[in-house]
């Protein structure tokens, strides 16, 4: 079975603090690739970040960083010095090699910057 | 400008209607999905294809239809059947099998049933 969770459904926080956004993935496959969207009011889904299983290494893009630990199948968002335009609902996805083109999104998180 | 392309953005229904949202790529993707979200809630699978001529149920198929007839269109039929239709619809595509690759999303539509 495969199953995205993201515990947090609502974070609040205000302008500049750091905020971490928690998923967490189950799957059997060896081979998958994780993913952040950001969905604005406009509700369209921007694409972040992808992660396959064989990449380790954690990310950083401008205020943005990700830290994938196989070990705990986690794959963790952080926003640095959040803004208020960081505001929306992000979710964290899953594709595993064995189910095709299947995508697993979590429930969300919803992230409010109060300035 | 590549990408998705979804219509109407808004759409009101009658109960015991059928409706079909549209959602059309121009990204030469293989694999195609619709979601249904509702308020205040994550995306639930309706229907994915893979290719063309192809299709498979995701986990709340029930009271939709879907066909594939061409590799941009993956048209989604909400039938009367759909108890509770009144929801936000996003389409996506991908690359398609084994690729891994992020699926690109279109603008949605907001489908009432009045």
């Known amino acids: 079975a495969q199953k995205v969770t993201q515990a947090q459904t609502e974070i609040s926080v205000v302008e500049k603090e750091d905020v971490t956004l928690d998923c967490v993935y189950e799957?059997?496959?060896?081979?998958?690739?994780l993913f952040w969207y950001k969905q604005p009011p406009s509700g369209e889904l921007v694409f972040l970040i992808r992660?396959?299983?064989?990449?380790?290494q954690n990310e950083i893009s401008g205020r943005y960083s990700w830290n994938f630990q196989k070990s705990t199948s986690s794959f963790n968002f952080t926003i640095t010095a959040s803004q208020v335009v960081d505001s929306a609902v992000y979710f964290c996805?899953?594709?595993?090699?064995?189910?095709?083109?299947?995508?697993?999104f979590g429930s969300g998180t919803r992230l409010s910057i109060r300035p | 400008d590549g990408g998705i392309t979804q219509s109407p953005k808004y759409l009101f229904r009658k109960e015991g209607q059928n409706v079909t949202l549209s959602c059309e790529q121009n990204l030469n993707h293989d694999a195609m999905y619709w979601y249904r979200q509702d308020p205040g809630q994550g995306l639930r699978l309706i229907y994915y294809?893979?290719?063309?001529?192809?299709?498979q149920k995701g986990d709340i198929a029930e009271g939709y239809s879907v066909s594939r007839e061409k590799k941009e269109s993956f048209p989604l039929t909400v039938t009367s059947a759909q108890k509770n239709p009144t929801a936000f619809y996003l389409c996506?595509?991908?690359?398609?099998?084994?690729?891994?690759?992020?699926?690109?999303f279109g603008q949605g539509t907001r489908l009432t049933v009045v």
């Open positions: 799957t059997r496959d060896t081979t998958y690739y």
């Open positions: 992660r396959n299983s064989f990449d380790e």
């Open positions: 996805a899953l594709i595993s090699y064995s189910s095709a083109s299947k995508i697993i």
């Open positions: 294809s893979q290719i063309v001529n192809d299709f």
């Open positions: 996506a595509s991908s690359i398609g099998r084994g690729a891994g690759t992020e699926a690109f």
